[in-house]
């Protein structure tokens, strides 16, 4: 008996592109899922496909606030220049810098001074730790070591005290912009929210209609309390991602 391969479930993505994986998938492939989970097609979805698009913008942004991307550069400090990267886009913004000075040398047997440096042969890393403690301690008393500050409406770094021999290490927070970057945990977060942020959407316009609805037989109950269920869903899972909140690196100083 010959029977129809529509009749046998379809088990790869290949066989069904729309197939939602696991991570890396599109937002086109995200919103047909979401239609999906609203019951469409058999049943009819009052969403467009804006208000869908718009519940996974959301979602990629609230998770972008709480697990950014770090990206990493560098600024070589100039004498006398206190903005940097004017105008530059930075993403969300600087969150860290980081001054590094490149293999400071002891000076002298007491440390004479911070300005002339004259090498001291090392003799011994008991030698180099003190040396580093000392003028640790001298930098925060003289206020020689440079600080930093992001300015967001200006989008200019300001470095107070630039000196010529560090470089500044920047840490910025950049969004996620697109589904097909997301790691498994965000992609499933994503997944989650904007699924639960669409069914929201839904039950806030089914509560236009007031009580039932009178069909042709009987009247029709809409299930306005989904509202609620996807409300709740969304606050728990809002806390799950403060949960996973990202930081910058700690700096042991």
Known sequence: MVTSNASQPLKTSADSPDTLPIRGYTMDQLKNYIIRKLGGPVWNVELTNQHILDCIQDA?????????NIKVGSVVMVRG???YLEGADVGLGIVQVDFVEPNP???EIFYGN?????????TGLDEYDTFLRWRKTWQRVTSIR???FYDEM????????PIERYQAGIYAYWPHERTENLPATGADWVKQYATASARFLQGEIWLKFSGA?????????????KRDKAEAEMAKLVEQLKGMQRHTPAMID
């Open 114 to 122: 911070l300005i002339n440096p004259a090498p001291l042969f090392r």
């Open 146 to 148: 440079p600080d930093w």
């Open 60 to 68: 990629l942004s609230l998770y972008s606030q709480w697990v950014p």
């Open 81 to 83: 220049q206190y903005k």
């Open 213 to 225: 609805i009178p069909g042709p037989v009987k009247d029709v109950q809409l299930d306005v309390a």
């Open 105 to 107: 040398v002891p000076t």
């Open 154 to 161: 200006g989008r200019a770094l300001l470095i107070h005290n």
